[in-house]
Nanobody, 124 residues
Framework: QVQLVESGGGLVQAGGSLRLSCAAS????????MAWFRQAPGKEREFVAG????????YYADSVKGRFTISRDNARSTVHVQMNSLKPEDTAVYYC?????????????????WGQGTQVTVSP
C-alpha cells in the first residue's frame, strides 16, 4: 500500500515554470514505478511522464518532451516533475500514480495508486 499526496500546482503565465511534487507514504517506495498523468476538463486522463524504480529510465509524452523533467528521490519517497515553457494547453489537474511493477506504462488502468490531484492553470 502507498498513499500519494501531490503539491505545487497553481496559476502561471504561458512560458512560465512550475515544479510539482508527490510525497509517498510507506517504506517500499523504491519498488514502485511512478508516473504523472493529467486530465483537462472534458478530456480523458493522459500520461505525461514516468520514471523507473531506480530513476534511471524516464519516459515522456510527445507533447511535453523537452519541456518537462521527471525525477525521484527514493530516500525521501518523493517524485517531482519540473515543467518549463508552459502552454495554455498544459492546463489540467495533474495526478501522481504508482504501480508495484518494474515497467513504466502509459495506461491509467495499470496504476493501482493515485493521488488526489493538483490543479495547474496556464494563462495565455
Amino acid at each position: 500500500q502507498v498513499q500519494l499526496v501531490e503539491s505545487g500546482g497553481g496559476l502561471v503565465q504561458a512560458g512560465g515554470s512550475l515544479r510539482l511534487s508527490c510525497a509517498a507514504s510507506g517504506r517500499t517506495f523504491s519498488t514502485y514505478a511512478m508516473a504523472w498523468f493529467r486530465q483537462a476538463p472534458g478530456k480523458e486522463r493522459e500520461f505525461v511522464a514516468g520514471i523507473s524504480r531506480n530513476g534511471v529510465f524516464t519516459y515522456y509524452a510527445d507533447s511535453v518532451k523537452g519541456r518537462f523533467t521527471i525525477s525521484r528521490d527514493n530516500a525521501r519517497s518523493t517524485v517531482h516533475v519540473q515543467m518549463n515553457s508552459l502552454k495554455p494547453e498544459d492546463t489540467a489537474v495533474y495526478y501522481c500514480a504508482a504501480r508495484n511493477q518494474v515497467a513504466v506504462v502509459t495506461t491509467t488502468s495499470e496504476y493501482s495508486y493515485w493521488g488526489q490531484g493538483t490543479q495547474v492553470t496556464v494563462s495565455p
